[in-house]
């Protein structure tokens, strides 16, 4: 063992080799700091979905967590269920309430099942809080009485605070 032991330390001392950490450590630092800047904490999940075409729009502001609903031109959906269908930019007759005709009753009953899960929620955790908030991607060439009967349907069921999706219109 000691011979082995003597080899080595006299071939160290003959290769004149030492490693330097020094740049190593400043690579890894550069790396880290880059990584951190450009660490995004959103859960916020924008799906690209075929044939929507989002507007432009100019903000600083980023996106909070909300609840993701899409309005395309085939349908509104709502945690990637179709809740109503849209056919030549309106929406179709047999979703809307007779006795109100902005009124989209099967988005307005799943909006309450998700707005009874996060007070059930909150009640257990007290960090959670119902705060009414959706994300809306919805298709720019709509029409606004489509997203119109969204918005009230809504604001309706509780959800009062409605934010768009759109592109960054700087380029």
């Keep these: 063992m000691s011979i082995v032991h003597d080899i080595v330390k006299k071939a160290q001392k003959d290769s004149g080799f030492t490693l330097q950490l020094t740049a190593m450590v400043d690579m890894f630092t550069i790396m880290i700091v880059f990584l951190l800047k450009s660490y995004d904490t959103s859960t916020l999940e924008v799906k690209n979905v ?3 075409v989002l507007p432009s729009s100019i903000t600083a502001a980023a996106p909070e967590e909300a609840m993701l609903m899409l309005v395309s031109k085939k349908g ?4 990637d269920k179709r809740l109503a269908s849209i056919v030549d930019n309106k929406i179709e007759a047999k979703s809307l309430a007779k006795e109100d005709e902005d009124f989209i009753e099967p988005l307005f009953k799943e909006l309450n099942i998700e707005a009874e899960k996060i007070e059930a929620i909150a009640k257990r955790n007290s960090t959670v809080k119902f705060k009414g908030t959706i994300f809306m991607q919805a298709d720019k060439g709509l029409d606004y009485s489509v997203l119109r009967k969204v918005m009230y349907t809504a604001t309706m069921a509780g959800y009062g605070d409605l934010r768009l999706a759109a592109l960054d219109g700087e380029k």
């Design 50 to 52: 075929d044939g929507l």
């Design 76 to 79: 509104v959906f709502l945690n």
